[in-house]
């Protein structure tokens, strides 16, 4: 039961855990081993798979301490198919923000899943999102010269049109 639970959500988590961290292999790995472990020890708990990944997430981010200068490696999001601006875009938020967005916009994961992750509801949560993404398109508008390309780009992009429209 332990090795399917990995199985099911370590892929995924570790890909939130890299994009929360901004590239920090090394931090993200050791974030999502150790959300995986603890949720193992806990997985008759965690049974339904949208509650459990927003359990391990709200561990995730709850541990995730960033530091920009150690371990950033923009290299890794940009094989994810981030590009340099969206980075440093993403650099300029903080870990709440980050974390909302990447449930929200790139996971798509149920708003009650959001809400979970990041510790706030109603309109606290809205406020968070919106600052989120206004704070990630400004930063964005004054890195970058051309619109992004890739997966990633392409739900922000979707993002910032509902933002701004």
Same mark, same amino acid.
């Given at each position: 039961?332990?090795?399917?639970?990995?199985?099911?959500?370590?892929?995924?988590?570790?890909?939130? $855990? *890299?994009?929360?961290?901004? /590239?920090?292999?090394?931090?993200?790995? !050791?974030? @999502?081993?150790? +959300?995986? %472990?603890?949720?193992?020890?806990?997985?008759?708990?965690?049974?339904?798979?949208?509650?459990?990944?927003?359990?391990?997430?709200?561990?995730?981010?709850?541990?995730?301490?960033?530091?920009?200068?150690?371990?950033?490696?923009?290299?890794?999001?940009?094989?994810?198919?981030?590009?340099? $601006? *969206?980075?440093?875009?993403? /650099?300029?938020?903080?870990?709440?923000? !980050?974390? @909302?967005?990447? +449930?929200? %916009?790139?996971?798509?994961?149920?708003?009650?899943?959001?809400?979970?992750?990041?510790?706030?509801?109603?309109?606290?949560?809205?406020?968070?999102?919106?600052?989120?993404?206004?704070?990630?398109?400004?930063?964005?508008?004054?890195?970058?010269?051309?619109?992004?390309?890739?997966?990633? $780009?392409?739900?922000?992009?979707?993002?910032?049109?509902?933002?701004?429209?």
């Amino acid at each position: 039961m332990k090795a399917a639970f990995r199985d099911l959500h370590g892929r995924r988590l570790h890909g939130f $855990a *890299l994009l929360l961290t901004l /590239g920090d292999r090394p931090g993200a790995a !050791r974030l @999502a081993s150790e +959300a995986l %472990t603890a949720g193992a020890l806990r997985v008759d708990e965690l049974r339904h798979p949208e509650r459990a990944a927003a359990w391990l997430r709200h561990r995730v981010v709850g541990r995730a301490r960033i530091d920009r200068a150690a371990h950033v490696d923009a290299r890794v999001l940009l094989d994810l198919g981030v590009d340099e $601006a *969206l980075v440093i875009a993403f /650099g300029s938020l903080g870990r709440l923000e !980050r974390a @909302a967005l990447i +449930a929200s %916009t790139v996971e798509r994961l149920d708003r009650r899943d959001v809400a979970s992750i990041v510790g706030r509801e109603g309109s606290s949560l809205d406020r968070l999102l919106r600052r989120a993404r206004e704070r990630l398109m400004r930063a964005y508008a004054e890195t970058s010269a051309e619109p992004p390309d890739g997966p990633i $780009a392409a739900r922000v992009q979707g993002l910032a049109r509902r933002a701004m429209g």
